[in-house]
């Protein structure tokens, strides 16, 4: 059964780091791309972050510089790290399983929440 599983989130002040993980299992994460999402309440659903099989990442504009996105395909595991966090950064942070970033997303992560407040 696929499944993604993201975890880490939690409540942080502004300026804090956080660091989210999303653990595939029931595929090979090795041959596909996996993104981040995420919605914030009365918003709609954005792309964040995604990085590709091969480990080139690819960022929004509103995240460049402050987050990274890494792949450890051993533990089968896509990390986003945040850090110089914002208000606006609050969410519910989703990963999802693509066949390359470019591509449509093919399975969604149930998500974790990222509260910001000083």
């Known amino acids: 059964q696929v499944q993604l599983v993201e975890s880490g989130g939690g409540l942080v002040q502004p300026g804090d780091s956080l660091r989210l993980s999303c653990v595939a299992s029931?595929?090979?994460?090795?041959?596909?791309?996996i993104a981040w999402f995420r919605q914030a309440p009365g918003k709609e659903r954005e792309g964040v972050s995604c990085i590709n099989s091969d480990g080139t990442p690819d960022y929004k504009d509103f995240v460049k510089g402050r987050f990274t996105i890494s792949r450890d395909n051993a533990k089968n595991t896509v990390y986003l790290q945040m850090n110089s966090v914002k208000p606006e950064d609050m969410a519910v942070y989703y990963c999802a399983s693509a066949q390359a970033c470019s591509g449509g997303v093919i399975d969604w992560g149930q998500g974790t929440q990222v509260t910001v407040s000083s």
């Open positions: 029931g595929f090979t994460l090795d041959d596909y791309a």
